[in-house]
């Protein structure tokens, strides 16, 4: 571990207050039909993004509000590709050095068209020229045809291993990124006969599918992969979620399959950097086996900004807005301690901060003394994997 590496864990558990993270939804504008998500092609809403100049004035107060790291989403962020990575390399200039944003991967369909080289050495030239610290693409399953069928991206899984290949030219490495989902699950499967559900049935198919799908992105050329939990609800503020059956899980099957998770992630952390922390995982295992857990820091430490500009305490508390981010003086935050959603871009880092920031509070400790053991193998793996920067292989 590098020695300032080691500073920001001591400052993080002497200092009064947590490092902030933001995520800026720019748009909610997006070209694919994914079931899993409100804001899918087919959806019929009004659509909105933050223009540029406004996401600038959002990106000045958040890093006056202490923002450590930012992510921009959408939508398809790279249907505004020009605006996100000015944005991106604006907050990188004011001192945000992690920064994040991901696509469907659209830009890498036609594969087979004599501008692809050029197309997505573009692509690779902006993220490198933004200072962009991680970067993800999505794909939702180990087999190719259910990945492409299911977005409406047909031909787009070669083309991102082209792409892949072209980004190791420039020494990039993106994330592979899976929103769980069934799509995952191994052919024909067995879990649910003549109405009864079979515990170890189920396991047995998501820890198949799962290490099928870690060993089909290594085999596209990945070297960084990241897990979503599913989200089985509607009404949100940010719509990447879904009623659908291809992310509704029972809390029994939810039981089941993060202890899935622990598994096949514990298994995989060798052979590819996994971003998602074991501490969280296990969190979530005593959050459904009904054991003390670790709750959310959204809207005390972490921040949602929507496509209109209103600032929320996480991207799906809808009844609950701050207001207008721009309009606002004064402190700004709420009490923290919410496990009414799985939404693993907070999840995953109150469960590691959280214990961090206790680690002199002895009552903490004894209740969650487990965790601490899965967190400082966090900590060293994280510092072994550079933090999963897109620069670093």
């Not at 036609?110 to 993220?127: C, G, M, T």
């Not at 309009?327 to 901060?353: Q, T």
Request: with cysteine.
């Amino acid at each position: 571990m590098k020695y300032s590496e080691l500073m920001e864990i001591l400052n993080l558990v002497f200092r009064k207050e947590l490092p902030k993270q933001m995520i800026i939804q720019m748009t909610d504008i997006c070209n694919a039909g994914c079931p899993q998500c409100g804001m899918n092609v087919s959806k019929d809403y009004i659509r909105n993004k933050l223009d540029l100049s406004r996401l600038k004035l959002v990106i000045d107060k958040a890093v006056d509000m202490g923002i450590k790291s930012l992510s921009i989403t959408g939508g398809e962020p790279l249907l505004m590709k020009n605006d996100l990575f000015e944005a991106i390399s604006y907050a990188s200039k004011n001192g945000i050095k992690y920064t994040r944003t991901g696509t469907n991967g659209f830009l890498f369909m036609n594969h087979d068209k004599q501008d692809f080289e050029k197309r997505v050495s573009k692509l690779a030239e902006a993220i490198l020229e933004s200072n962009l610290y991680t970067f993800w693409i999505s794909i939702d399953s180990w087999d190719r045809e259910k990945h492409e069928k299911n977005r409406g991206l047909m031909g787009v899984v070669e083309g991102i291993e082209k792409g892949l290949r072209i980004f190791e030219n420039y020494k990039l490495h993106p994330s592979v990124n899976l929103g769980i989902n069934r799509l995952i699950e191994v052919d024909d499967p067995t879990y649910k006969l003549n109405g009864h559900f079979y515990p170890d049935a189920f396991y047995d198919n998501y820890y198949n599918g799962l290490s099928k799908f870690f060993d089909f992105a290594i085999s596209l050329g990945f070297k960084i992969a990241n897990l979503c939990y599913p989200m089985s609800f509607e009404g949100a503020v940010y719509k990447a979620e879904s009623s659908e059956y291809i992310v509704r899980y029972s809390e029994k099957e939810k039981k089941i399959l993060y202890k899935v998770i622990f598994d096949v992630v514990r298994k995989y952390r060798k052979k590819i950097k996994i971003f998602t922390p074991l501490v969280s995982i296990k969190n979530l295992m005593d959050q459904y086996d009904d054991k003390e857990s670790i709750g959310c820091l959204g809207g005390k430490s972490f921040f949602f900004v929507d496509t209109l500009g209103n600032l929320y305490p996480c991207g799906f508390k809808s009844e609950f807005s701050f207001g207008d981010f721009l309009s606002l003086n004064g402190g700004i935050g709420i009490k923290a301690d919410c496990s009414e959603c799985d939404w693993e871009c907070f999840r995953d880092p109150s469960a590691m901060f959280i214990p961090i920031k206790n680690i002199t509070n002895p009552f903490f400790i004894a209740k969650n003394i487990d965790k601490y053991y899965y967190l400082l193998n966090d900590i060293l793996y994280y510092s072994k994997a550079n933090f999963f920067n897109i620069r670093v292989s």
